[in-house]
């Protein structure tokens, strides 16, 4: 299943609920670790409730994926940032003025996966540098995913941000494994086992090395195997356009 069918689910009920509290999990997330944070790792929120991971590029601009920003109105969204657990009150909350994915993003094939969340006030904390030498075409390359995503499909959400280490691997691979995966607009990345993966909430958070930005959580099959990452390299120009 497509991370996006449950998180639009998801959104459609947050709008209607009111803001509850999180409940925190110590369990790893689908393979991973407690993560000791990013400055750039933003959690975006409706009515208090994580729905997606995004990173901060410019003082004022989050990077996502296109889905997790399909019918949302902006107004509704806050980010917050320099958190490492859900239910810290610390840290920066931001409002969100525009929500917008890339003009060809297509939900039903999820390629073009991108979109630009601008903020209200600029953060103090320090942006993710963006790929502009193709990182994400290195196969064999480790990055990390870090995201507070599901512990295991349809499963417990954590308090704590959780990261994966996941290698990337042949646009061939994907190809095979994920319905639909274009290798232009995608980076096709496995873990060491089936169960390293991002899962539902993951959705739009960052994939890095280092501290650049090479992906953003896209889509994968049910929260097991390979999963494709929204390509930065290939939407920079697009991005660009958006940095202040």
Known sequence: MQYSTLLLLAISSLLAAPAVEVQGGNDRIVGGRPSGGY?????????????????LVAPSTIVTAGHCVQDIDASQVTVRLGITQLSD???????????????????????????????????????????????????????????????????????????????????????????????????????ATATQTPCNGDSGGPLIVGNTLIGAVSYGNACRGDSAFTRIYTYLNWINQYLN
């Open 89 to 191: 009150y610390g840290g920066e909350t931001i409002q969100a003025t525009q929500a917008f994915a890339h003009p060809q993003f297509d939900i039903q094939r999820l390629v073009n996966d991108v979109a630009i969340i601008t903020l209200a006030s600029p953060s103090s904390a320090t942006p993710a540098n963006l790929d502009t030498s193709n990182i994400g075409s290195r196969v064999g390359t480790t990055a990390i995913n870090a995201g507070w995503g599901l512990l295991y499909n349809q499963g417990q959400q954590p308090d704590q941000l959780m990261e994966v280490d996941l290698r990337i691997s042949p646009n061939s691979r994907c190809q095979s494994s994920l319905y639909g995966f274009n290798g232009q607009a995608s980076i096709c990345m496995s873990g």
């Open 39 to 55: 400055s750039f790792m933003a959690s975006l929120q409706i009515n208090g409730q994580h729905f997606c991971g995004g990173t």
